[in-house]
């Protein structure tokens, strides 16, 4: 009994995985912390020009 639990990896697979798992799970963590302040101003920067687009159409259009 003893010598299969010497010899069975399974826990240190598990182990295994469960590091990789959080190193990737702080890594897309990091990623939206680094890239969230700069897809925030694009995003408002994108809302503005289609707002005035949208102004600009219609004015030249109530100006027909």
């Known amino acids: 009994m003893n010598k299969l639990f010497l010899i069975d990896e399974d826990g ?8 990789l798992t959080a190193g990737m799970v ?4 990091g990623a939206f912390h ?15 020009a289609i707002t005035t687009a949208s102004d600009d159409i219609r004015a030249l259009r109530e100006g027909e």
Request: without cysteine; hydrophobic residues 60%; negative net charge.
């Open 12 to 19: 240190a697979v598990t182990i295994d995985w469960v590091v």
């Open 26 to 29: 702080a890594l897309v963590i």
């Open 34 to 48: 680094v890239l969230g302040d700069q897809t925030f101003a694009l995003s408002d920067e994108t809302a503005t």
